[in-house]
């Protein structure tokens, strides 16, 4: 019975995405607590993640079935619908990212980019000048309120930390958002979606 079990399994996710995910949740991990020491540490974790962020996206155009953007895009009724069916009866069941799990997939995926981005020009020392511009333009009233600064190049860099802290935390809600969803559909469709992430296999068919 058990082997029967495990020929009725189907692949789901490839390597290439289980390493990702599991490479993203220990950089994530790692570039979050070192977040406010601003050593070495913190900006190759965050290198990490930005090169897995590039290879994600490329994987979305050409990677498994899946894998693909196109396999978890739904439109937003069927993201309303799917969401509706969790509270009412028997949710429709998928193979890849249900709707739901697909916006939070997007969701995640922005939220890095961003954090990364900001991290980036952080980084690079260019947010000082150019933000400084950005600043005066879109935010007279707090560019006229750091004039008051001693320090003027360090509250122009703080606007930029402070967006940069905002994604990283909103990253990090994202993230209990995920696992709570996780931990939701894995009891309502009686499967460990987190096993599946680990051996990239799912039940053909879960016992209800
Ligand atoms: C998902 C990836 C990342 C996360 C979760 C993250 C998180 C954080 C957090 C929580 C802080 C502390 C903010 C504060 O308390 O002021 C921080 C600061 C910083 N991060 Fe990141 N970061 C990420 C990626 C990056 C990248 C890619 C770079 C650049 C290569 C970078 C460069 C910096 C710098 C320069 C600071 C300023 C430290 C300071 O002066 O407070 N980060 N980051
Ligand atoms: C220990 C905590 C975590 C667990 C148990 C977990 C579990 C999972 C599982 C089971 C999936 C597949 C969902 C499905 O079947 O549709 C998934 C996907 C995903 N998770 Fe997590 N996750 C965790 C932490 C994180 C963190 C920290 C991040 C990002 C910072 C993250 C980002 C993602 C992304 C982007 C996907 C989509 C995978 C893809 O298609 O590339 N996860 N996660």
């Known amino acids: 019975m058990a082997t029967e079990i495990e020929d009725e399994e189907v692949r789901v ?3 290439l995405i289980r390493v990702f995910h599991w490479t993203l949740v220990a950089g994530f991990a790692v570039a979050y607590l070192s977040g406010d020491e601003l050593d070495q540490l913190h900006v190759w974790a965050g290198y ?14 050409v990677g498994s079935k899946h894998a693909r953007f196109s396999d978890f ?15 009412s009866g028997k949710p429709r069941r998928y193979l890849g990212h249900n709707p739901a799990g697909g916006v939070m997939v997007l969701l995640l995926l922005f ?23 950005i600043g005066q333009v879109m ?48 009891r309502l469709h009686h499967e460990n979606l987190v096993r599946a992430m680990v051996t990239g296999r799912k039940p053909r068919d879960p016992e209800d």
């Open 139 to 186: 935010l007279p009233a707090k560019a006229w309120a750091d004039d008051d600064d001693d320090e003027h190049e360090g509250g122009e860099n703080e606007m930029l930390e402070e967006v940069h802290e905002f994604f990283a935390n909103l990253t990090l809600l994202l993230v209990f958002l995920h696992i709570a969803g996780v931990v939701v559909s894995s």
């Open 73 to 87: 895009l739904y439109s937003p009724r069927q993201v309303i619908g799917y969401t509706r069916s969790l509270f």
């Open 48 to 61: 990490l993640i930005t090169g897995l962020l590039v290879f994600r996206l490329i994987w979305g155009f």
């Open 111 to 133: 939220s890095l980019s961003f954090t990364v981005g900001s991290g980036l020009v952080l980084d690079s020392g260019v947010g000082a000048s150019s933000m400084a511009e």
């Open 13 to 15: 996710w490839d390597p």
